[in-house]
């Protein structure tokens, strides 16, 4: 067997200057293999750009770079260069051949002539020309956080006088930057595989969230809702949601999106309400470079940044009449144009609209086109107030109790009778979104497991507001609140009387006499 030569084929005279153009090959070598590498987005190609810099500067007749597969353990060719189409899927056990050997030892291998080296596989190619010309390979390992992780080889022509341990030496220069390219592509694999994971446990929490089977309620008026939603979700109607602000007419968007087949695309939400009439044509349309002051590039706008997926176009009533017209185009023939601009753009959106308006009455007015009106309203879901889902109050305010009690680190186990007494009472003017305000106050300033009726907001409390509480006396106010405690007690022991008693801090006796003194039936909270 022909012996590995570590060691140059030919040495150079001492103190022999190095030549200049050899130099500047080299540097040239470095700084296009540097450019190759550094904005690489995708590896291969890269690699691939490298060798050829090795061939074109250096006279490699032919090159590979091989990577060891973490799954496998197998050394794969990833890139090549001046080898036949079947040398590209060439691979190698580690410490097979002379690839597998410096990846094996984590050093270099030098072979001054391959014609008398039986450990050289000729897997990476056929070598016709063997027979022709002698050809020499120089291997170098990459080396990634101290571990081989790969190798570069290069097919040289013979030559006498070629200085293989400086070639060697140049070639682990390139190895080395390899290795950081391969570090960073790595980091940047793992980083996009999180985003991917994390937008997909995002996705699939989103659409448990806003699943129509979560949206609370019990009532007939929500059960009709529900099978609204169920019906028209997975359809690419448009849909116009009605209901008075607090209703939860967003909740219904988002359960319309994520039970549809567009529920992977994107969930794009407009507030029209909040944008300014100057600035609502090119927030939803986009704008070209210079189509106004400003406007120093183009932006795209809402309708192509739910391409795919569903606009959700928020109290639609607020729109001014010049951005209606290009609505209705939108709607009808699913184009439009960007704010100064000519291109044509195909709009593949799902529209929902919400609104708390009057419609008609607008209509009446001339603050809304009618021909608008009809496409937005094809198939029309009413959010009902909570005034008309009393049912579904407790149920509301039991579940807000668990969220913000969880929020704010509380152990608030329920509401007490009296409190639950001043919530079916009240009129709900704000609608979910007050009993929802209500509720975190109230478990805010909670001290204790209980919530009771004084924990509410004072527009709870008030005739005026309410009409739930009658203007009392000082001690008609101190006899309501203790026949409550009393009250709450007996709910909690179950209509015991000791254990009420124990509960309060005072003795059977004085709470009967309070029981009588009140007229309270203890016998209807046993179970």
Same mark, same amino acid.
Request: charged share 30%; proline share 4%.
């Given at each position: 067997?022909?012996?590995?030569?570590?060691?140059?084929?030919?040495?150079?005279?001492?103190?022999?200057?190095?030549?200049?153009?050899?130099?500047?090959?080299?540097?040239?070598?470095?700084?296009?293999?540097?450019?190759?590498?550094?904005?690489?987005?995708?590896?291969? /190609?890269?690699?691939?750009?490298?060798?050829?810099?090795?061939?074109?500067?250096?006279?490699?007749?032919?090159?590979?770079?091989?990577?060891?597969?973490? &799954?496998?353990?197998?050394?794969?060719?990833?890139?090549?260069?001046?080898?036949?189409?079947?040398?590209?899927?060439?691979?190698?056990?580690?410490?097979?051949?002379?690839?597998?050997?410096?990846?094996?030892?984590?050093? /270099?291998?030098?072979?001054?002539?391959?014609?008398?080296?039986?450990? +050289?596989?000729?897997?990476?190619?056929?070598? /016709?020309?063997?027979?022709?010309?002698?050809?020499?390979?120089?291997?170098?390992?990459?080396?990634?956080?101290?571990?081989?992780?790969?190798?570069?080889?290069?097919?040289?022509?013979?030559?006498?006088?070629?200085?293989?341990?400086?070639?060697?030496?140049?070639?682990?220069?390139?190895?080395?930057?390899?290795?950081?390219?391969?570090?960073?592509?790595?980091?940047?694999?793992?980083?996009?595989?999180?985003?991917?994971?994390?937008?997909? @446990?995002?996705?699939?929490?989103?659409?448990?969230?806003?699943?129509?089977?979560?949206?609370?309620?019990?009532?007939?008026?929500?059960?009709?809702?529900?099978?609204?939603?169920?019906?028209?979700?997975?359809?690419?109607?448009?849909?116009?949601?009605?209901?008075?602000?607090?209703?939860?007419?967003?909740?219904?968007?988002?359960?319309?999106?994520?039970?549809?087949?567009?529920?992977?695309?994107? +969930?794009?939400?407009?507030?029209?309400?909040?944008?300014?009439?100057?600035?609502?044509?090119?927030?939803?349309?986009?704008?070209?470079?210079?189509?106004?002051?400003?406007?120093?590039?183009?932006?795209?706008?809402? %309708?192509?940044?739910?391409?795919?997926?569903?606009? %959700?176009?928020?109290?639609?009533?607020?729109?001014?009449?010049?951005?209606?017209?290009?609505?209705?185009?939108?709607?009808?023939?699913?184009?439009?144009?960007?704010?100064?601009?000519?291109?044509?753009?195909?709009?593949?959106?799902?529209?929902?609209?919400?609104?708390?308006?009057?419609?008609?009455?607008?209509?009446?007015?001339?603050? %809304?086109?009618?021909?608008?009106?009809?496409?937005?309203?094809? +198939?029309?879901?009413?959010?009902?107030?909570?005034?008309?889902?009393?049912?579904?109050?407790?149920?509301?305010?039991?579940?807000?109790?668990?969220?913000?009690?969880?929020?704010?680190?509380?152990?608030?186990?329920?509401?007490?009778?009296?409190?639950?007494?001043?919530?079916?009472?009240?009129?709900?003017?704000?609608?979910?979104?007050?009993?929802?305000?209500? !509720?975190?106050?109230?478990?805010?300033?909670?001290?204790? @497991?209980?919530?009771?009726?004084?924990?509410?907001?004072?527009?709870?409390?008030?005739?005026?507001?309410?009409?739930?509480?009658?203007?009392?006396?000082?001690?008609?106010?101190?006899?309501?609140?203790?026949?409550?405690?009393?009250?709450?007690?007996?709910?909690?022991?179950? &209509?015991?009387?000791?254990?009420?008693?124990?509960?309060?801090?005072?003795?059977?006796?004085?709470?009967?006499?309070?029981?009588?003194?009140?007229? !309270?039936?203890?016998?209807? %909270?046993?179970?």
């Amino acid at each position: 067997m022909a012996r590995v030569s570590a060691a140059k084929a030919s040495a150079k005279a001492p103190g022999q200057p190095e030549q200049t153009p050899s130099e500047i090959r080299r540097l040239s070598t470095l700084l296009e293999a540097s450019r190759a590498l550094s904005g690489a987005l995708d590896l291969k /190609p890269a690699l691939h750009r490298v060798l050829e810099v090795l061939g074109r500067h250096h006279g490699a007749v032919r090159s590979m770079i091989a990577l060891v597969d973490e &799954g496998s353990n197998e050394l794969r060719v990833e890139a090549t260069d001046g080898l036949i189409t079947s040398g590209t899927r060439a691979s190698y056990a580690i410490g097979e051949g002379i690839t597998g050997r410096v990846v094996e030892t984590g050093r /270099p291998i030098i072979v001054p002539r391959v014609s008398r080296e039986p450990l +050289f596989l000729h897997r990476a190619a056929d070598r /016709p020309e063997l027979a022709k010309q002698e050809l020499s390979y120089v291997s170098v390992p990459i080396t990634l956080n101290r571990k081989t992780v790969g190798a570069i080889g290069v097919d040289l022509r013979f030559r006498p006088d070629r200085d293989f341990e400086r070639f060697a030496k140049f070639l682990g220069v390139i190895a080395a930057m390899v290795s950081q390219a391969l570090k960073v592509s790595r980091l940047v694999e793992v980083e996009r595989q999180r985003l991917v994971d994390e937008n997909v @446990h995002l996705r699939r929490e989103l659409k448990e969230r806003y699943d129509f089977s979560n949206i609370l309620g019990t009532s007939g008026p929500m059960r009709q809702v529900c099978e609204q939603i169920a019906q028209v979700a997975r359809t690419n109607t448009t849909v116009l949601v009605r209901g008075e602000s607090g209703t939860g007419k967003e909740l219904i968007a988002h359960a319309l999106h994520y039970n549809s087949l567009r529920a992977n695309k994107p +969930f794009v939400k407009v507030s029209c309400a909040a944008l300014p009439d100057t600035l609502i044509e090119s927030e939803l349309f986009g704008y070209e470079k210079g189509a106004f002051t400003g406007a120093q590039s183009r932006r795209r706008g809402r %309708f192509e940044a739910a391409d795919g997926g569903t606009l %959700f176009l928020d109290e639609i009533g607020d729109v001014n009449l010049s951005t209606q017209v290009k609505l209705l185009r939108v709607l009808q023939e699913r184009e439009f144009e960007r704010l100064g601009g000519t291109e044509t753009i195909r709009a593949n959106v799902r529209l929902i609209a919400a609104t708390h308006k009057d419609m008609e009455e607008l209509i009446a007015e001339g603050r %809304f086109r009618e021909d608008l009106y009809y496409r937005l309203n094809v +198939f029309s879901i009413f959010v009902p107030p909570l005034r008309e889902r009393k049912p579904d109050l407790l149920l509301l305010a039991d579940h807000f109790l668990e969220k913000f009690s969880r929020e704010h680190g509380k152990n608030i186990k329920r509401i007490a009778t009296p409190a639950i007494d001043m919530l079916t009472s009240y009129h709900w003017p704000g609608n979910v979104r007050e009993l929802e305000n209500a !509720i975190e106050r109230a478990v805010v300033i909670s001290d204790g @497991h209980v919530i009771h009726a004084h924990h509410l907001p004072p527009s709870l409390q008030t005739a005026e507001a309410s009409g739930t509480v009658m203007r009392l006396s000082l001690k008609d106010a101190v006899s309501a609140y203790e026949k409550d405690l009393i009250q709450d007690a007996l709910k909690t022991t179950r &209509g015991n009387r000791a254990k009420a008693a124990r509960l309060l801090n005072t003795t059977k006796r004085i709470l009967n006499y309070q029981v009588r003194k009140y007229g !309270i039936d203890y016998q209807r %909270f046993r179970a």
